[in-house]
């Protein structure tokens, strides 16, 4: 006698990190989500209008690609590879409690949601859930720039019919290109160093964009080098009259030779100065624009000295919080729907801001400048309208 299959009863909602599929449950459920604990993994039973649904997470990538030639020698060139799960590597193998939760979850399933970010990555890590854990190769999708609750209702109340191919596809590519590229070259310059230095070497990597970026790196340091520094001398005079003080440069910025620029000091010493005009004029300083991922990380160096993964691992903390939107994108542009004025009355919350964000309320019209940068999955990065509690 067969054994009967489990009812598949459940819309199955797959998020890419933890504190994302909390944020997502919440945001949905008719009343408060009911926690499940399974396999060391947490994910949250609820119901939409009566449908009953669960929010599981991943945690980043569940598979990557590796050889298959079934080769143990460390030789080159590869190229036969596929996918596999993360936790086959000893250092990744604490992912397996996810992959089992999800290949659990997916038995009972009736229909599956992407719920990952935007983005290649979020393409390709949910894709390889969906057609290697739960059995599919499409599924609906929730598209969201950040996790506040308006906005996740929004998406999901506006479900695509389908995953995002073209993202997928582009996400793909990149992967075997950098795999291909990145095994093939490490493994030709580790050996080949081997073998030139004829003795052992660790391994020398190198890859895609890696290689490249060190070739830019070098020739600017032999720039560097090569730069010979040539003195030049320039003359200021300070100026008084009465409390009054200027001072003025003089018209030749860089004097190259010392006797000049002695000469020129001992003709001007002990005489007076006519002013014979002033002019004066207004520059209209524009605000900045909106931040990308990049204008983001080089105004959080040049404010806090943070790096840019250090900036980028803030933001992500940020946005899984609901404080911003996805921080990664190339995007100058803020979203048609923003809401600026619910956003600003949100900040006004925080003292700092206060006096600036009442400022701004009382103007007419909110109409911030923008960029020209645009990102085909993402606006800009944004505060939302969530606040943190600085007390904690």
């Avoid at 909602?13 to 396999?39: F, G, M, Q, T």
């Avoid at 983001?296 to 806090?304: G, H, M, R």
């Avoid at 925080?350 to 960029?371: D, H, M, N, Q, V």
Wanted: glycine fraction near 4%.
């Amino acid at each position: 006698m067969s054994k009967s299959k489990s009812p598949r009863d459940y819309v199955l909602i797959i998020a890419e990190k933890p504190d994302a599929a909390r944020r997502i449950a919440e945001a949905l459920a008719d009343s408060k989500p009911k926690v499940i604990k399974k396999n060391g993994v947490t994910s949250y039973e609820f119901k939409v209008n009566g449908k009953k649904h669960i929010c599981a997470p991943a945690v980043g990538h569940l598979f990557v690609l590796e050889a298959t030639n079934g080769k143990k020698t460390w030789d080159y060139p590869i190229f036969s590879y596929d996918w596999v799960p993360t936790y086959l590597r000893r250092e990744t193998a604490w992912t397996r409690k996810y992959f089992e939760n999800l290949k659990d979850l997916a038995k009972g399933a009736s229909e599956f949601i992407d719920a990952a970010d935007v983005d290649t990555e979020g393409e390709v890590l949910l894709y390889n859930i969906l057609r290697f854990i739960c059995g599919v190769k499409d599924a609906k999708r929730m598209k969201f720039s950040t996790l506040t609750k308006e906005e996740l209702i929004e998406a999901y109340n506006n479900l695509e019919k389908h995953i995002f191919f073209d993202i997928l596809e582009s996400g793909l590519t990149r992967h075997e290109l950098d795999w291909l590229f990145g095994i093939n070259l490490t493994r030709a310059l580790t050996l080949a160093m081997k073998k030139s230095a004829k003795r052992a070497f660790s391994v020398i990597s190198t890859g895609r964009v890696q290689g490249p970026l060190l070739k830019i790196l070098v020739d600017r340091e032999k720039e560097i080098r090569k730069f010979v520094p040539k003195k030049f001398w320039q003359i200021k005079i300070e100026l008084k009259k009465g409390s009054s003080k200027l001072v003025a440069l003089y018209e030749i910025d860089k004097i190259w030779k010392k006797a000049e620029a002695e000469k020129i000091v001992r003709k001007c010493k002990g005489k007076t100065v006519t002013v014979t005009s002033v002019k004066k004029r207004e520059y209209l300083q524009k605000p900045p624009y909106p931040f990308n991922t990049a204008d983001l990380q080089t105004e959080a160096y040049n404010q806090f000295g943070l790096s840019p993964a250090e900036t980028l691992s803030v933001a992500e903390s940020l946005y899984t919080r609901g404080y911003i939107s996805y921080p990664r994108s190339s995007s100058q542009k803020l979203p048609p729907k923003i809401g600026y004025s619910k956003i600003i009355k949100g900040l006004s919350k925080i003292s700092t801001y206060r006096k600036f964000c009442e400022k701004l309320l009382k103007k007419e019209k909110l109409a911030p400048r923008e960029g020209p940068h645009t990102d085909v999955a993402h606006p800009c990065v944004y505060a939302t309208q969530e606040t943190p509690d600085l007390k904690k």
